[in-house]
């Protein structure tokens, strides 16, 4: 079963411009995190959010957690060619020994 | 620095063969996990280790077995191959407790 759900399911903007995900999810979870996935590539850990948390950033990476709506965001600013990845955001609220994974956002950078 | 190595990297089978997928890690990490990533879903978890010797069945463990001899390493099993288990499999490691998951870079696997 899969706990978040990230949305858009794709997402194609020009370089330069801020591209943003949403991850919602149905329990309540202890920490939430989000990865990026190159074509070809495993998974790349970006940022964890713990649930007494509502904003995190690292260089160009802003991530949100709203535990009253179930959502988390991922903003990433002044877009490069090299951000064109799938991103993932993964919740803990299974266990202390698993993750559970959205299906992932599809973005895609133009030159 | 190799973080975590897998191999294969590309293998094709025919219906009914075995192989044994394999995963090293040099991050001393206690936890071990074998995903598959299937197009348009995210990740499942078919099988994971907490620590040397220990293992544990994931949401999709049906069709696979794990070993966890070694603290390094991962080993997971196909032992009648089926063309529904044609999938990208990903092995990450981590400390204990939810803590971000290093992931390597996956073996293409082809049942025909």
């Known amino acids: 079963s899969q706990q978040g759900e990230e949305d858009p399911q794709a997402l194609s903007i020009q370089e330069g411009e801020n591209a943003t995900m949403n991850c919602s999810y149905k329990?309540?979870?202890?920490?939430l995190q989000w990865y990026r996935q190159n074509s070809g590539r495993g998974l790349v850990h970006l940022i964890l959010?713990?649930?007494n948390e509502r904003e995190k950033h690292s260089g160009r990476l802003r991530v949100t957690l709203d535990t009253s709506k179930k959502s988390s965001s991922l903003l990433i600013t002044a877009s490069r060619a090299a951000d064109t990845a799938s991103y993932f955001c993964?919740?803990?609220?299974?266990?202390?020994?698993?993750?559970?994974w959205g299906a992932g956002t599809k973005l895609i950078i133009k030159p | 620095n190799a973080g975590v190595t897998q191999t294969p990297k590309f293998r094709v089978l025919k219906t009914g063969q075995s192989m044994t997928l394999l995963c090293a890690q040099d991050?001393?990490?206690?936890?071990m996990y074998w995903y598959r990533q299937d197009p348009g879903m995210g990740l499942r978890l078919i099988h994971y280790?907490?620590?040397?010797?220990?293992?544990a069945k994931g949401e999709v463990p049906d069709g696979y077995n794990v070993s966890r001899l070694k603290k390094q390493n991962f080993l997971l099993g196909l032992e009648s191959a089926a063309p529904s288990q044609t999938s990208v499999y990903f092995c990450?490691?981590?400390?204990?407790?939810?803590?971000?998951?290093?992931f390597g870079d996956g073996t293409r696997l082809s049942i025909l």
């Open positions: 990450a490691s981590s400390y204990p407790g939810n803590q971000p998951q290093h």
């Open positions: 991050m001393n990490h206690e936890y």
């Open positions: 280790s907490v620590g040397e010797g220990t293992t």
């Open positions: 329990t309540s979870i202890n920490n």
């Open positions: 959010i713990r649930s």
């Open positions: 993964a919740t803990d609220a299974a266990s202390n020994y698993q993750l559970i």
